[in-house]
């Protein structure tokens, strides 16, 4: 009987454990102007040469962007003008202000093919 206290006793702390730590997917959505936590956006890079979809919105701050390439063929996902590159099924976190930004995939003939999109940031 004693053992058995033990053994549920732990298994609520490791689960208690386990819930307060969570993980990131937890504060998809959420504002990074709320306490720090990032949004997620997500995209698939298709091999009809296209990301769908081809806008995205979020808000000025950290942004968690997830690419899920849906096709055999190589893919990227490229922020002009910033330091910021996903390849295949790939995410990352870029902080961004308020403004248009476009994206595309940078694998030779992608983007001339149509393969860019249009990432806006608001306030």
């Known amino acids: ?45 298709t091999d009809a040469l296209r990301f769908d979809p081809d806008h995205l919105t ?4 950290v942004i968690h962007i997830v690419q899920n390439n849906t096709g055999a063929t190589t893919h990227t996902f ?7 590159k996903l390849t295949n099924d790939d995410s990352g976190d870029i902080d961004l202000a308020a403004g248009d930004y476009v994206f595309y995939c940078d694998v030779p003939g992608h983007r001339a093919a149509g393969m860019q999109g249009t990432l806006t940031v608001t306030p």
């Open 1 to 45: 009987m004693r053992s058995l206290r033990l053994i549920s006793v732990l298994g609520i702390s490791v689960g208690l454990t386990l819930a307060a730590c969570g993980d990131d997917d937890d504060n998809a959505g959420a504002s990074s102007a709320a306490g720090g936590s990032s949004q997620s956006v997500e995209v698939k890079a």
């Open 58 to 61: 979020a808000t000025a701050g």
């Open 78 to 84: 490229v922020i002009e003008a910033q330091d910021f």
